[in-house]
């Protein structure tokens, strides 16, 4: 059938087996089918339950696939007849089963998918704990590890989910009346999975996630619809992080009013300025970044031109049910002017509550000494001392050409024009008391009647009045983007700062050395040191140092982040910024400002990291030693345990017999005994010695000499157990080689062996030899099964046995060969052989001529 459509899909949520998910979807294929729905039974699973077989009733229930595998007959959906029979709606249950080998598909969801895309609309059901996403949840919680799962995706976009839902105390009822499980599985059942608290855990697993689901869907409703105002469906709390000391007090106490009902959401939101350059310095909003995402909480920036109406906006975008907002820093008459943040959002915020937060900075004021931070002290004093030399000065100009000869409209220009040169020298305040003084002296040289103080023409009042609301409003943003210019000359060094410091470490350089070289170029810092210790209470030891010659030699090179750096010179002052409890970085030279100390800060931030990230390197590294460590003595105790004691056993029970005064043997009983403990005295020997090659190996005890040799005095004593199952092919007038002839031996021997013991019986191995220009191949190839293309790289491993049966091996000949062959210049390489089988090649340096390397 196919429809045109895509058939819809239908999902039966349980907490855990036995609560009813099948019996309910039973009963929604009667109710179907009472409405006239063509409805089969694709596949359900009874498990012996008495009720729900006899819920299945008269529904048609199409025959299953059979699938042998090992000896057992398995039983499967039957995808084609669900296809040909084409119902409108088909059942299928346990959607996160895997199936039997041989199957279309690994999973059933991927069968059910091929249904909805013929048309068929499927009822099925699962489990919480087959959720993919609550895997490792689930095992926490119930000590299960869960193997057959399905991916959140495909139970998210079903168009229906019913959760079947029951108490942890009905479930262990059912499960006690034999309801679920046969009577000898009840008591380990109740003991185990189905104890009370893992009960309770996973229903409340399933409710969160279906809410969570739930919540998607009414966020969808919601934009589809164009809803602005807020459904209180689910508690979210958004916190206005103005990035201020307050900061970490609003936090916690949001986190707090969170933590009163399970599931709330903690969101904090930072608003940062349309221009793009940021009131607060990075390296403290990543610490409240940081502290929102330890208390549970998700930390957004936005930008907004207004920041009451940008974290509003925000508030009803994520649906939210209150906002934490803190009581405003601003003094109590700057308040009654201009009003506060946290009045404007409680006026704006609608039907979202709005929870005001007091703290010690409350209304204690922001200061005005921040409008200087972008200043030296140089500008400031100078900015003070124009504020009234400049007026008087251009005053005197004035005076100089004549009272008559210039109007009063063109005094008030020229003395405008002075405070606005003030703005720029020193910023608003001292452009004010510029204004100030411009002012008097255009009432008392220039305005009717001269000399005084008194104004004869009330438009000249007015003039002066303009006058200094021109002039601080012009100074007011004058200053204000000189500032931003500061700024954001400052925010882009920053950035170049910090760009440079991540590319350091990016490319591979030392990461600690890179962080303090970059910091004493930055910031024309005598000496930087990165230090750390090992708790509290231990002495600080230096990681990583560096000194630059150039803010020793006082050259005044500057920082690349601010100005402060700028004729620097070495004034013995040392600066400590805290990494964290173990780390800290010590830069010894010049007072560092305090907006250069905020870069420092961020590069203490990323230093954190770094090391944070090296640490873990670190300790993978040693994992990774310990686990190999651990697999090789796993497989050496299970290799002696058996491989060792076989020929043992042999030798002793030869040895046995022939020592038996109970037992009379021949002469060819006695030669096959003999035959026998020399033959596992042999296969002994050599699982010993490569046991002991390979512990040289790895100790670095090998201790190659390298010599002219010839493969006449290599070959035919490294071949000689295996002359029989050899087809050699070595020509007599091959150059000499440059190796180490005992070594190499054992090489050629232990790929040999290897050779022979997969090859199938009755069958040669292939052993040639060529010469190149540089170097001689010998090349090993049996025909035996070969070794896939993604085992060649780890088949010269320790204790590899690639699928080899054999019970006189440990895994290791091909591990010592390639450790020898590395230890003696050759190289060792495996290819496929024509036909089918593996070809070893063993590439050797030919001895050099005596007059290669010789200048004429």
Not at 564 to 584: K, L, M, N, P, Q
Not at 649 to 665: F, H, K, M, Y
Not at 762 to 780: D, H, N, P
């Amino acid at each position: 059938m196919t429809t045109g459509r895509r058939g819809r899909l239908t999902v039966y949520l349980g907490a855990a087996p036995g609560v009813g998910k099948t019996y309910a979807m039973l009963d929604e294929a009667h109710r179907r089918r009472a409405r006239g729905t063509d409805v089969v039974i694709g596949l359900v699973e009874t498990h012996g339950r008495t009720a729900t077989v006899e819920r299945t009733g008269d529904l048609e229930m199409l025959p299953r696939r059979l699938v042998e595998h090992r000896g057992t007959t398995l039983t499967e959906l039957d995808v084609p007849a669900v296809l040909e029979r084409a119902p409108e709606v088909a059942l299928v249950d346990e959607l996160a089963h895997t199936n039997a080998p041989g199957s279309k598909h690994p999973k059933r969801w991927q069968d059910v998918h091929d249904l909805l895309d013929a048309g068929i609309d499927v009822v099925t059901t699962v489990n919480v704990q087959h959720l993919a996403s609550l895997t490792d949840d689930v095992e926490a919680i119930t000590g299960v590890r869960q193997r057959e799962t399905v991916p959140d995706k495909v139970v998210r976009e079903a168009d229906q989910i019913q959760l079947v839902d029951l108490s942890p105390e009905q479930l262990r009822r059912r499960l006690a009346h034999g309801n679920v499980y046969r009577a000898e599985q009840i008591d380990a059942s109740m003991s185990s999975f189905f104890r009370v608290g893992n009960l309770t855990a996973l229903r409340e697993l399933a409710l969160l996630w279906l809410a969570d689901r739930v919540d998607d869907a009414l966020t969808r409703y919601r934009a589809d619809h164009s809803i602005g105002g807020t459904w209180p469906a689910r508690e979210r709390i958004v916190v206005a992080v103005t990035g201020g000391p307050e900061t970490e007090t609003l936090l916690r106490r949001a986190a707090r009013i969170a933590q009163r009902a399970a599931g709330t959401e903690l969101l904090a939101v930072h608003v940062l300025p349309t221009d793009g350059l940021p009131s607060t310095p990075s390296a403290t909003i990543a610490a409240h970044r940081a502290l929102a995402e330890s208390l549970g909480g998700v930390f957004h920036t936005v930008v907004g031109e207004d920041v009451p109406t940008a974290v509003v906006d925000f508030a009803r975008g994520v649906n939210a049910t209150m906002i934490v907002v803190g009581v405003s820093r601003h003094s109590v008459w700057r308040q009654a002017l201009l009003g506060s943040s946290s009045a404007e959002i409680a006026r704006l915020s609608g039907a979202i509550d709005v929870h005001l937060v007091t703290h010690e900075r409350a209304h204690v004021g922001t200061g005005v000494g921040s409008r200087y931070s972008s200043l030296s002290p140089r500008r400031r004093a100078a900015g003070w001392g124009s504020s009234l030399v400049l007026p008087a000065a251009l005053t005197g100009v004035l005076l100089l050409i004549g009272r008559n000869d210039v109007a009063l409209a063109t005094d008030a220009m020229v003395l405008l024009a002075g405070v606005v040169g003030v703005a720029l020298i020193g910023g608003l305040w001292p452009a004010v008391v510029a204004a100030v003084v411009s002012n008097l002296c255009l009432n008392w040289f220039f305005t009717p009647p001269v000399g005084f103080w008194t104004i004869a023409e009330a438009e000249n009042v007015f003039a002066l009045a303009v006058f200094v609301v021109v002039a601080v409003a012009v100074a007011s943003v004058v200053d204000l983007a000189a500032r931003r210019s500061t700024q954001a000359y400052r925010a882009r060094a920053e950035a170049s700062t910090l760009a440079a410091l991540s590319r350091s470490v990016l490319s591979g350089q030392d990461t600690a050395q890179a962080i303090v070289e970059r910091l004493a170029q930055t910031f024309a810092m005598a000496e930087v040191r990165l230090e750390e210790r090992a708790d509290d209470r231990a002495p600080w030891t230096v990681v990583a140092h560096e000194t630059w010659a150039t803010a020793e030699e006082g050259s005044g090179a500057g920082s690349d982040a601010g100005s402060g750096g700028s004729g620097a010179t070495d004034d013995g002052s040392v600066t400590e910024v805290a990494i964290d409890d173990r780390h800290r970085l010590v830069l010894a030279g010049r007072v560092l400002p305090a907006s250069d100390r905020q870069v420092v800060e961020a590069f203490g931030a990323q230093a954190g990291i770094v090391l944070e990230h090296r640490r873990l390197r670190e300790q993978a590294a040693q994992a990774e030693v310990l686990e190999r460590t651990e697999s090789t003595r796993t497989a050496l105790l299970a290799a002696v345990s058996h491989d060792l004691r076989t020929p043992l056993a042999v030798i002793r029970t030869a040895v046995d017999g022939l020592a038996s005064p109970d037992v009379e043997l021949d002469r060819e009983d006695r030669d096959v005994l003999t035959a026998t403990i020399a033959d596992s005295t042999y296969r002994l020997e050599r699982l010993i010695g490569n046991l002991l090659d390979l512990s040289r190996l790895q100790t670095g005890a090998v201790r190659p000499v390298l010599r002219a040799a010839s493969l006449e005095e290599v070959v035919p004593i490294a071949v000689e157990p295996w002359l029989s199952d050899l087809a050699l092919d070595v020509p007599e007038d091959l150059p000499l080689v440059h190796t180490d002839p005992g070594l190499f031996e054992r090489v050629v021997a232990n790929v040999v062996s290897n050779a022979v013991r997969h090859s199938p019986p009755g069958t040669k191995v292939l052993f040639t030899a060529s010469a190149t220009r540089a170097a001689v191949e010998l090349r090993i190839a049996d025909t035996g099964p070969g070794v896939p293309d993604a085992r060649k790289a780890t088949m010269f491993e320790p204790f590899q046995r690639l699928d080899d049966t054999s019970v006189d091996g440990l895994g290791l000949g091909l591990a010592v060969a390639s450790g020898l062959a590395d230890a003696v210049g050759a190289r060792i390489a495996a290819e496929d052989t024509p036909g089918g089988g593996l070809t070893m090649v063993l590439t050797v340096p030919r001895e050099p001529a005596p007059d290669d390397g010789m200048v004429p």
